[in-house]
């Protein structure tokens, strides 16, 4: 059974920082791309950055380069996305999934919420 479990997220003021995790099993994770998602209510769920397979490529979306880094740790079947100089409209609940910025699996985790507020 595919299971995606998010953490790390919490309130940050502006400029602040977060690392997310996403601890992945049911699957051979060593060989799928990750990509993190995210979600505002009313809006669909839109990539947010992607790394491949073995961690040598990675992707962002243009809102989020060059402040959000994506790393992965294949011992520990994990993904990591640090979000540096947030911004109230990175507000939102953040999902991970296999696949390079489509999701392979239909089972997605609770996601983990950020809040950028002062």
């Known amino acids: 059974q595919v299971q995606f479990v998010e953490s790390g997220g919490g309130l940050v003021q502006p400029g602040g920082s977060l690392r997310l995790s996403c601890a992945a099993s049911?699957?051979?994770?060593?060989?799928?791309?990750m990509t993190w998602y995210r979600q505002v209510p009313g809006k669909e769920r839109e990539w947010v950055a992607v790394?491949?397979?073995?961690?040598?490529?990675?992707d962002y979306a243009d809102t989020m380069k060059d402040r959000f880094t994506i790393s992965r740790d294949n011992a520990k079947n994990t993904v990591y996305l640090q979000m540096n100089s947030l911004k109230p409209e990175d507000t939102a609940v953040y999902y991970c999934?296999?696949?390079?910025?489509?999701?392979?699996?239909?089972?997605w985790g609770q996601g983990t919420q950020v809040t950028v507020s002062s």
């Open positions: 790394i491949s397979s073995v961690a040598r490529g990675t």
């Open positions: 999934n296999a696949g390079w910025r489509t999701a392979v699996f239909a089972s």
């Open positions: 049911g699957f051979r994770f060593s060989s799928y791309a």
